[in-house]
């Protein structure tokens, strides 16, 4: 009898302390569940709010850019078709800016950058008046007030509109990576609290404790890592973790908050360089790609510029319509690039004006050669529709490039040429010098 109640005591203890452990590691369950829950739901704001918004800022950022640089070449147009085309990207970029914007407005934006983006709108409104100005003195004729409104008045305001833009882009850019860092640091602080926790279990069950933390903590350790790459600027780095668990969600929202960033970024950085439409270079890309050719020029490899502008382009829209216009610069966009090496760059620098840079040629022969047979090959017939046949010409002008000369009087150079073929019959090439 007093066998079986000792039995019934060591029996009773060893319950005790079951539950203890028990109620241990469901504390340490509980509390890490919470906080990676805690954890996930963080992550997928970013990537509701922060990164759907830094991909909307890169569109504004864009437009931007593009509208400025329309501006400018308004007023310093005659009236006509280059003007028309100018008005037509400023009001596409007024339309594309003000949509963004409302598209960020309707995002659960935190209170700063919130107020971010009411500044910038604010510069935004002060820019058009300003612009306005301008652009009615270039209808009246006086080019001199209104290159004097944009270049002296409205500059400030005008760089203070790109100011705003960057500066609230590298707010939304700042805060996906303060997103990661609280992550980390949430992290750090779940497994700090979870070893606690599973020490003071290990104290009467360590087999378990060792099992409990190498089901949980090494995970962890892994995300943690994970995320201080995110913190230094890595996003190459992504978990592994073949689980269905919160953990395993929450490194599956991790990656795909990590994806979406990057492609983002990559996105970012292909959108200033490149011209939406063609997919071509855009002018801040053509001259790096020219600053880099500066090496074979200045070694006496013939490198040149080619000015390319369509003639008849404003009939073609007029006639057919702006889509006939777009699929009109996608083909010839389509026929430069097949006509050139892959080393040279094509871009479009606005309207239906392109430029091709030939770096490193044979000889001065093989340039004229190219921009003849560049000539010849855009003048084939397209297709737009079964009922509609386009066939594209242009005008030329063709600039060799010793290294020497700033790169401003090598475009100017070639500009000319361009316009030498035009008031000389169109549809031709013609060399500078």
């Not at 003071?200 to 090494?218: D, E, M, N, P």
């Not at 090496?341 to 022969?365: P, Y």
Request: aromatic share 4%.
């Amino acid at each position: 009898m007093r066998r079986r109640v000792a039995d019934l005591r060591i029996a009773t203890k060893i319950v005790s302390v079951s539950l203890v452990v028990t109620a241990i590691f469901t504390a340490s369950g509980v509390v890490g569940l919470v906080n990676l829950q805690r954890l996930v739901a963080e992550q997928d704001r970013d990537y509701r709010v922060n990164v759907v918004a830094v991909d909307k800022m890169t569109d504004v950022r864009s437009a931007v850019g593009a509208e400025l640089e329309a501006v400018l070449a308004y007023i310093l147009s005659d009236p006509g078709f280059y003007r028309d085309t100018y008005a037509e990207v400023i009001v596409d970029s007024d339309r594309d800016i003000d949509a963004r914007i409302a598209e960020l407005r309707a995002l659960d934006l935190p209170r700063n950058e919130l107020s971010g983006l009411k500044a910038f709108a604010a510069t935004v409104t002060m820019w058009r008046t300003a612009r306005q100005a301008a652009l009615d003195a270039a209808d009246a004729g006086d080019q001199r007030k209104a290159a004097s409104v944009v270049l002296v008045r409205s500059e400030a305001i005008a760089r203070a509109v790109k100011d705003r833009a960057n500066s609230f882009l590298d707010q939304l850019v700042e805060a996906v990576a303060d997103g990661a860092r609280r992550a980390k640091v949430n992290g750090i602080r779940n497994t700090q609290l979870t070893a606690a926790l599973l020490a003071a279990g290990a104290l009467t069950a360590i087999l378990l404790a060792v099992l409990t933390a190498r089901a949980i903590s090494r995970p962890l350790r892994e995300v943690v890592d994970v995320l201080a790459r995110v913190a230094r600027g890595d996003l190459s780095r992504r978990v592994e973790l073949d689980r269905g668990d919160e953990v395993g969600q929450m490194g599956r929202s991790l990656n795909e908050t990590l994806g979406v960033l990057r492609a983002a970024f990559e996105e970012v950085h292909h959108r200033a360089s490149h011209d939406g439409l063609t997919g071509l270079a855009n002018r801040a890309l053509l001259r790096e790609r020219i600053a880099a050719a500066r090496p074979n020029a200045a070694a006496g490899l013939p490198v040149a510029m080619l000015l390319i502008d369509l003639d008849g382009f404003k009939q073609v829209n007029d006639a057919y319509g702006h889509n006939a216009g777009d699929f009109l610069l996608t083909v010839v966009a389509e026929r430069l690039v097949a006509g050139v090496r892959a080393q040279d760059t094509v871009a479009r620098l606005g309207g239906d004006e392109f430029a091709v840079l030939l770096d490193g040629v044979e000889s001065a022969e093989d340039v004229y050669l190219v921009a003849d047979r560049l000539c010849t090959d855009l003048q084939e017939p397209a297709t737009y529709r079964p009922d509609c046949v386009i066939t594209p010409h242009a005008s030329i002008g063709v600039s060799l490039w010793d290294g020497e000369v700033p790169i401003d009087a090598l475009m100017h150079d070639a500009d000319q040429a361009m316009y030498a073929a035009k008031t000389g019959g169109k549809g031709r090439v013609v060399h500078s010098g």
